[in-house]
């Protein structure tokens, strides 16, 4: 997603750092997604010929390093 | 290499290639999962909410057209209907979750996590308008343009309840001595 130089307000640096860090790092229990994925389009990678690894791989820059690497 | 396409393109091949659509799930079910979770405060409905999210998206995936809307807020937007729906169900203010939500279940990713919760009780006490807005900016990453487009607002619109809202959040927290905001 986004990562436009409005993605900080900087009225609130550290309001926003305290934020980001609270609503940072939950990912999908690994279970629950492989379920849900096998529910969806079939085994993991079966489709597409890939390792769980690589699927994870997949991803999206996630939550933990958008908002790591997101400017103040 | 399908892992490497664009959400355009994987979308435009989803409708026929359910292996398309496994990488979008791979790309996005961790962010449509937090939102859910922190909208819920809840494990078992946050999954709930997640599977139903993607078959939605599954089964409407021909009706996305992306113009404007990035496939991810398109995502967030079912996210956000079902939520909705999951709390009109069960009378319950949509704020109310998350002033009960503790830390999720295995290693906690923060390094100081009762700051990290303090701050997740402050923000469960903003109307719900506004804690959908912070979930969206911080959980998300959506930038102001795509959190407009997604809730059809003006860019300046979304630029002033942030701005409203983080004031708002560093007077609560400038109450709490223990925290550094």
Same mark, same amino acid.
């Given at each position: &997603? ?10 609130? /640096? ?29 085994? /993991? ?12 791989? &997949? ?14 | 290499?399908? %892992?490497? @396409? ?12 359910? %292996? ?13 999962? !937090? ?20 078959? =939605? ?20 937007? *079912? ?15 949509? *704020?109310? #979750?998350?002033? !009960?939500?503790?830390? #999720?279940?295995?290693? !906690? ?8 919760? %303090?701050?997740?009780?402050? *923000?469960?006490?903003?109307? #719900? ?5 912070? @979930?969206?900016?911080?959980? =998300?990453?959506?930038? $102001?343009?795509? *959190?407009?487009?997604?809730? $059809? ?12 809202? +983080? ?5 609560? +927290?400038?109450?709490? #001595?223990?925290?550094?905001?």
């Amino acid at each position: &997603m986004g990562h436009e130089a409005d993605q900080s307000p900087a009225r609130n /640096p550290g309001t926003d750092q305290l934020i980001r860090e609270a609503l940072c790092g939950l990912d999908a229990p690994a279970d629950f997604r492989d379920d849900l994925r096998r529910r969806l389009v079939g085994g /993991p990678g079966e489709a597409l010929g890939l390792d769980a690894g690589s699927l994870r791989d &997949m991803q999206a820059p996630g939550l933990r390093s958008q908002q790591r690497d997101a400017p103040h | 290499m399908t %892992a490497a @396409l664009s959400d355009g393109e994987l979308v435009r091949r989803a409708t026929a290639d359910r %292996a398309a659509f496994g990488v979008l799930y791979e790309r996005y079910v961790d962010q449509v999962y !937090s939102y859910l979770y922190y909208r819920t405060a809840s494990v078992a409905d946050a999954e709930d909410l997640t599977a139903r999210t993607f078959f =939605q998206a599954l089964n409407h995936i021909g009706d996305y057209e992306e113009r404007g809307l990035p496939f991810a807020a398109w995502l967030m937007t *079912i996210a956000h209907n079902l939520v909705a729906n999951y709390h009109r169900d069960r009378s319950r203010r949509v *704020i109310a #979750p998350l002033e !009960s939500a503790g830390e #999720p279940a295995g290693p !906690s990713p923060f390094a100081a996590a009762e700051d990290a919760q %303090a701050v997740r009780d402050l *923000i469960a006490e903003l109307p #719900p308008e506004r804690q959908h807005l912070i @979930l969206l900016k911080y959980a =998300q990453g959506m930038s $102001n343009a795509e *959190i407009a487009d997604m809730t $059809n607002r003006s860019v300046g619109a979304v630029k002033s309840l942030l701005r409203r809202t +983080l004031a708002a959040l560093k007077r609560d +927290l400038e109450r709490r #001595p223990e925290l550094r905001g």
